[in-house]
T-cell receptor, first 109, second 114 residues
């Protein structure tokens, strides 16, 4: 099956600092999705990217899909305590979803 | 909005007990999934089903079985619970056609086996 590597596994930042998590694959991806899981909660869909070089923004969150469609990043500008949680990337191929291992973000007030 | 409902949020069971985790989705999705989530290990797929009465093993099916008698319902069964099955279990559903479908998760079931 398709493998998606995600780094870092953990990240601690001071409130106001920026944060980035990365997903990488050895194969070309048809799409990349990002999910957020709040502490004690369940993963919730944030966004999907499908085009080479695509960039999408949601307020302070910026999502990028690489030109070769083998990597993606999620960047948060000026983190807030509400950003705390685990961020997963995922690829959907028909019936299957392949998840990265997630990046757990801690924001220190 | 899609709703995936897991019947039990918190359970405590004894070693050797048979455990049923029930999941219902209301969006007529073809695919349903059971994941297990443990700290540092991400989401691990136990079983998934792409149609009624169909099931496929995921990455960690040992010690588990599933049942899908109706399209909206997908049950996870622990035939004889063991302490190493203490975990958080997530049910999910998605459409089956094409690529780029979104997966929707239930709120999770926290199982403790003592």
């Amino acid at each position: 099956g398709q493998q998606v590597m995600q780094i870092p596994q953990y990240q601690h930042v001071q409130e106001g600092e920026d944060f980035t998590t990365y997903c990488n694959s050895s194969t070309t991806l048809s799409n990349i999705q990002w999910y957020k899981q709040r502490p004690g909660g369940h993963p919730v869909f944030l966004i999907q990217l499908v085009k080479s070089g695509e960039v999408k923004k949601q307020k302070r969150l910026t999502f990028q899909f690489g030109e070769a469609k083998k990597n993606s990043s999620l960047h948060i500008t000026a983190t807030q305590t509400t950003d705390v949680g685990t961020y997963f990337c995922a690829v959907n191929t028909g019936n299957q979803f392949y998840f990265g291992t997630g990046t757990s973000l801690t924001v220190i007030p | 909005d899609v709703k995936v409902t897991q019947s039990s949020r918190y359970l405590v069971k004894r070693t050797g007990e048979k455990v049923f985790l029930e999941c219902v989705q209301d969006m007529d999705h073809e695919n349903m999934f059971w994941y297990r989530q443990d700290p540092g290990l991400g989401l691990r797929l136990i079983y998934f089903s792409y149609d009624v009465k169909m099931k496929e093993k995921g990455d960690i099916p040992e010690g588990y079985s599933v049942s899908r008698e109706k399209k909206e319902r997908f049950s996870l069964i622990l035939e004889s619970a063991s302490t190493n099955q203490t975990s958080m279990y997530l049910c999910a559903s998605s459409r089956g056609e094409g690529t780029g479908n979104t997966i929707y998760f239930g709120e999770g079931s926290w199982l403790t086996v003592v």
